[in-house]
């Protein structure tokens, strides 16, 4: 079955430094993936998506670049703001067959930063 | 704009006892999805639906029943609570089933004793 795993958290970042969170996956066909942010209390919003090989998501200067080859989605920011600490989920979705619009989520990362 | 509108926001149980869990979306979304979340494990799918009268398996369905009886109400029941469901529950939906946002619920913590 399909499944994403995300790299081990929590991640603790001095505010301006350069984020990385890595996110690979397993799932058969041609999938669109996610990465989605969840603040204290709340729940998840999205951040991103790519829908096709090749293709970069970007929203509020985080981007992530659908990378077939390497089966990943890795998530980056240049500089990061203490407003950016929350969780960060990768998800995909199925394109086809019986699971079709199932989402599957990472385990997610926990990300602190520091002014 | 309501959204996706999770009812209860919290709810302690004894082992043992049922509830449901009621999920409303007004944005006339085909797709809807139960998730639990607990610490290091993500957002695990429970079950999900994929149109009114539909309902298909996730990956922790056990122990968990819902139905879809109308396109904007996905219900999560559980029959006889145990202590390991203890979790915060989570509904999103969607307008399709491919590369659509998923719109999400503030969440239910539910605790059982």
């Known amino acids: 079955g399909n499944s994403v795993t995300q790299m081990e958290g929590p991640v603790t970042l001095s505010e301006e430094a350069f984020l990385t969170i890595n996110c690979t996956y397993t799932?058969?066909?041609?999938?669109?993936l996610f990465w989605y942010v969840q603040y204290p209390g709340e729940g998840l919003q999205l951040l991103l998506k790519?829908?096709?090989?090749?293709d970069k998501g970007s929203n509020k200067g985080f981007e992530a670049t659908y990378r077939k080859e390497t089966t990943s989605f890795h998530l980056e920011k240049g500089s990061v703001q203490v407003s950016d600490s929350a969780v960060y989920f990768c998800a995909l979705r199925n394109a086809g067959g019986t699971s079709y619009g199932k989402l599957t989520f990472g385990q997610g990362t926990i990300l602190t930063v520091h002014p | 704009n309501a959204g996706v509108t999770q009812t209860p926001k919290f709810r302690v149980l004894k082992t043992g006892q049922s509830m449901t869990l009621l999920c409303a979306q007004d944005?006339?979304?085909?797709?809807m999805y139960w998730y639990r979340q607990d610490p290091g494990m993500g957002l695990r799918l429970i079950h999900y639906?994929?149109?009114?009268?539909?309902?298909a398996k996730g990956e922790v369905p056990d122990g968990y029943n819902v139905s879809r009886l109308k396109k904007q109400n996905f219900l999560l029941g559980l029959e006889s609570a145990a202590p390991s469901q203890t979790s915060v529950y989570f509904c999103?939906?969607?307008?399709?089933?491919?590369?659509?946002?998923?719109?999400f619920g503030q969440g239910t913590r539910l605790t059982v004793v």
């Open positions: 790519a829908t096709k090989a090749d």
């Open positions: 999103a939906s969607s307008p399709t089933g491919d590369n659509t946002e998923a719109f």
């Open positions: 639906s994929v149109g009114e009268g539909t309902t």
């Open positions: 799932a058969t066909g041609y999938p669109s």
């Open positions: 944005m006339n979304h085909e797709y």
